[in-house]
Nanobody, 124 residues
Framework: QLRLVESGGGLVQPGGSLRLSCAIS????????IGWFRQAPGKEREGVAC????????TYADSVKGRFTISRDHAKNTVFLQMNSLQPEDTGIYFC?????????????????WGQGTQVTVSS
C-alpha cells in the first residue's frame, strides 16, 4: 500500500528557508507523478509544484516560481521541496501528493494519494 510521509516543517522568519521531505513507500510503478500542495487556514488547497518520476518535467505555481524547487533522491525514494525567501503568505499545511499518471497538473483532483501534511509557519 502506498504511503507518503512528510517531514521538515516548522517555524521560520520571513526571508528564511526550509526543506520539506516526503518519503514514498509501497509504490510498484516505475513512472508516476509526485508533487506538493498547501492549505492555508480558511483557504482551499493550492498546488505548489509537481514533477514526473523521471525528473523530466516540473510545474510550479506562479506564486512560488524562482523561490521553491522540487527534487527527488531516487536512491532514497524521497521527494524534496526546497523553499527559499519564505513569506508569511507561504504559511500553511504542506501535503505530499502522488498519482500514477503525470499531467503536470496542479489541481487537487489530479492526485489520488495524499500524505498527512506538515505545518509551515512563516512569522517574525
Amino acid at each position: 500500500q502506498l504511503r507518503l510521509v512528510e517531514s521538515g516543517g516548522g517555524l521560520v522568519q520571513p526571508g528564511g528557508s526550509l526543506r520539506l521531505s516526503c518519503a514514498i513507500s509501497g509504490s510498484t510503478l516505475d513512472y508516476y507523478a509526485i508533487g506538493w500542495f498547501r492549505q492555508a487556514p480558511g483557504k482551499e488547497r493550492e498546488g505548489v509544484a509537481c514533477m514526473d518520476s523521471d525528473d523530466d518535467d516540473t510545474t510550479y505555481a506562479d506564486s512560488v516560481k524562482g523561490r521553491f524547487t522540487i527534487s527527488r533522491d531516487h536512491a532514497k525514494n524521497t521527494v524534496f521541496l526546497q523553499m527559499n525567501s519564505l513569506q508569511p503568505e507561504d504559511t500553511g499545511i504542506y501535503f505530499c501528493v502522488w498519482d500514477k499518471y503525470y499531467s503536470g497538473s496542479l489541481r487537487p483532483q489530479a492526485y489520488s494519494d495524499w500524505g498527512q501534511g506538515t505545518q509551515v509557519t512563516v512569522s517574525s
